[in-house]
């Protein structure tokens, strides 16, 4: 019957391995086998014990092709020592050329032992087998076996890095270079509260022409107004019974807030109410460049004019782009072109200003949380903790790590604003 032991990290029962080191399968942790359990496997401990100075020595190669420029060559053999597929090998060697850690306690050297190491373990062996076998001699034994695999690790993977590092420098200074971050955050504020600048579960951002910032919690009704340097300024209640679908705001403050059924447009600076529609089924907001309004809803896209009356309804969009249940959030470009999201699934449905469906690709989310078009026209998809973006032909271009992403703006300077609860955090874009 196999040796069965508990994983230190989740407590789930696992059966032992034969080796040192093995990974629990409940929770994915690496996790060192207790010493009663391997005692009963003396030579399966040694074996792995060999295993991690080869691997040690196979670093070390990794690392010199790595260094010398041989990248392609440098995935060939960690795919040919550790037994993984071409991904995993590319992303390991991605890992350590960037200077990160690559767990590799699961993995088991494909090649021939190492002469030297297996000389050097079998005499550590000996020293084990004539202090008697005692459960104090195999605790020694193995400390001293994972102590100098490490030492071993070390050496060589410090080693390689040294001589590879100083031997530029006898010829032409050199210069790191680091992958360059996609955004750089420049402003933040918020933070979870109800007194003046926070919020509770703030999901809607709009930035004036004059750069003031307004942003809303989902529910209560209150717009809180902050100027372009994220100081609050005042804050009114436009419905206190509110849930709110979208916000948006036109370059002269006029604040547009869309619930199930009705669509109001305030003074957004003052909260002073100049329009209001009832009765109006939709799902999504977006302002264009000369006036108009864009709603979304479960069968199609309408266009209103400045004063809130339909100029255009495109009633069959939703089922020439074959979106079952419509669409939710929209964004309209400096072309007019409309991006509706498939409220389905999450699809960008592409449509003409006159209505006519283009194209459908994916936004890598079953439920986005806001979409925004940059001054490039690229078309940025935010689902919490992640904001992808795409080109006009569905492309990925990138993908930015965020934290509680919901509804998203861009400046008349192309800064891009995202209202991630309980903050409002604004970015500069590097790509």
Avoid at 257 to 280: D, M
Wanted: neutral net charge; contains cysteine; aromatic residues 10%.
């Amino acid at each position: 019957m196999p040796e069965v032991f508990k994983c230190p990290s989740c407590a789930a029962p696992l059966e032992f391995e034969g080796n040192t080191f093995q990974k629990c399968r409940f929770c994915g942790s690496s996790i060192i086998v207790p010493s009663d359990s391997f005692q009963k496997s003396d030579k399966n401990m040694f074996d792995d014990a060999s295993s991690l100075g080869n691997k040690a020595v196979k670093l070390a190669e990794i690392y010199r092709e790595i260094q010398a420029g041989r990248k392609i060559n440098a995935i060939k053999i960690f795919r040919e020592t550790f037994g993984t597929g071409l991904k995993e090998a590319k992303d390991a060697v991605d890992a350590m050329e960037r200077g990160e850690s690559v767990d590799i306690s699961g993995m088991k050297v494909q090649t021939a032992n190492v002469q030297t190491n297996a000389q050097n373990l079998k005499a550590v062996k000996k020293i084990g087998f004539a202090i008697g076998g005692s459960i104090l001699a195999t605790i020694v034994l193995t400390t001293l076996i994972i102590v100098g695999a490490i030492v071993v690790i070390f050496y060589f993977t410090f080693s390689a890095v040294t001589r590879t590092i100083e031997k530029p420098f006898t010829t032409q200074p050199t210069t790191k270079s680091e992958k360059p971050q996609l955004v750089s955050e420049i402003l933040r504020f918020g933070g979870e509260g109800i007194g003046a600048g926070k919020f509770k579960d703030n999901r809607h951002v709009a930035v004036d022409g004059n750069g003031r910032i307004y942003s809303t919690d989902y529910s209560g009704g209150k717009i809180q107004v902050f100027d372009g340097n994220g100081k609050y300024l005042t804050q009114w209640i436009a419905d206190a019974n509110m849930n709110l679908r979208d916000m948006k705001v036109n370059r002269e403050g006029n604040l547009y807030l869309l619930e199930s059924r009705r669509l109001f447009v305030f003074e957004g600076a003052s909260g002073k109410l100049r329009q209001k529609v009832e009765n109006l089924s939709a799902k999504g907001l977006a302002l264009t460049l000369d006036g108009k309004i864009v709603t979304t809803n479960s069968n199609g896209i309408t266009i209103l004019d400045g004063d809130l009356k339909t100029i255009q309804d495109f009633k069959d969009a939703a089922k020439n782009a074959n979106a079952t249940f419509g669409f939710e959030y929209v964004a309209v470009d400096g072309n007019g072109l409309i991006y509706a999201l498939d409220d389905q699934n999450g699809d960008v449905c592409k449509f003409s200003p006159d209505g006519r469906f283009l194209n459908r690709f994916t936004s890598n989310s079953t439920s986005p949380d806001g979409i925004a078009i940059d001054g490039k026209g690229r078309i940025f998809v935010s689902d919490v903790s992640i904001i992808n973006v795409f080109d006009t032909s569905g492309k990925l271009l990138n993908s930015i790590e965020t934290k509680q992403a919901f509804g998203m703006t861009f400046s008349d300077a192309d800064e891009l604003f995202v209202a991630s609860r309980p903050f409002v955090v604004k970015y500069k874009l590097n790509f």
